[in-house]
T-cell receptor
Framework: ELKVEQNPLFLSMQEGKNYTIYCNYS?????LYWYRQDPGKSLESLFV???NGAVKQEGRLMASLDTKARLSTLHITAAVHDLSATYFC???????????WGAGTKLIIKP | DGGITQSPKYLFRKEGQNVTLSCEQN?????MYWYRQDPGQGLRLIYY???????QKGDIAEGYSVSREKKESFPLTVTSAQKNPTAFYLC???????????????FGAGSRLTVL
């Protein structure tokens, strides 16, 4: 059974700092997705990582995938308040075309 | 603009009542999904449908039912058999075929159900 673990689950940080969110998964998969959710809102797709070593960047966010370590990271550079949200990773299972979701990391960035 | 419309946004239900959440998409997507979200947890799959008139149970289907009579519509009924239905419900869709860089889930705005 595929399990996805994110850490930390909660992160409070100051503007201008750097930090990394980790997403570990338990079985083989080569497709990983990062989504963002604002409070009470829907989920917005951020990154799709499709192969080992994949790296995607958008603004102050950069995501990477290491399929051998079964690990993805979401790195935040020089955080700004607008990045405050909950970030989810999701991993594709080999069968049934389903995604298994992490519990989410609630990120609060203080001015 | 194309997208997914969920209604109602907020719904209150008395114990023992069935309620139906609407999900309509105009993205011409073949696959549609219902997820449940509880505080501090990831999304859990309730039901999904890859084609009209066909659907499959997800991980937590007990106490829920769905139908897929039209490509655009995938309503979810929360029945009285669902013991703890208070949650945020998200509908999603995507094109046919395997997940890929372009083939990702698009989500609706969600429906928050509260049982009184």
């Amino acid at each position: 059974e595929l399990k996805v673990e994110q850490n930390p689950l909660f992160l409070s940080m100051q503007e201008g700092k750097n930090y990394t969110i980790y997403c570990n998964y338990s079985t083989t998969s080569d497709r990983l997705y990062w989504y963002r959710q604002d409070p009470g809102k829907s989920l917005e797709s951020l990154f799709v990582l499709l192969s080992n070593g994949a790296v995607k960047q958008e603004g102050r966010l950069m995501a990477s995938l290491d399929t051998k370590a079964r690990l993805s990271t979401l790195h935040i550079t020089a955080a700004v308040h607008d990045l405050s949200a909950t970030y989810f990773c999701a991993v594709l299972t080999d069968s049934n075309y389903q995604l298994i979701w992490g519990a989410g990391t609630k990120l609060i960035i203080k001015p | 603009d194309g997208g997914i419309t969920q209604s109602p946004k907020y719904l209150f239900r008395k114990e023992g009542q069935n309620v139906t959440l609407s999900c309509e998409q105009n993205l011409n997507h073949d696959a549609m999904y219902w997820y449940r979200q509880d505080p501090g947890q990831g999304l859990r799959l309730i039901y999904y449908s890859q084609i009209v008139n066909d659907f499959q149970k997800g991980d937590i289907a007990e106490g829920y039912s769905v139908s897929r009579e039209k490509k655009e519509s995938f309503p979810l009924t929360v029945t009285s058999a669902q013991k703890n239905p208070t949650a945020f419900y998200l509908c999603a869709s995507r094109p046919q075929g395997a997940f890929s860089g372009a083939n990702v889930l698009t989500f609706g705005a969600g429906s928050r159900l509260t049982v009184l």
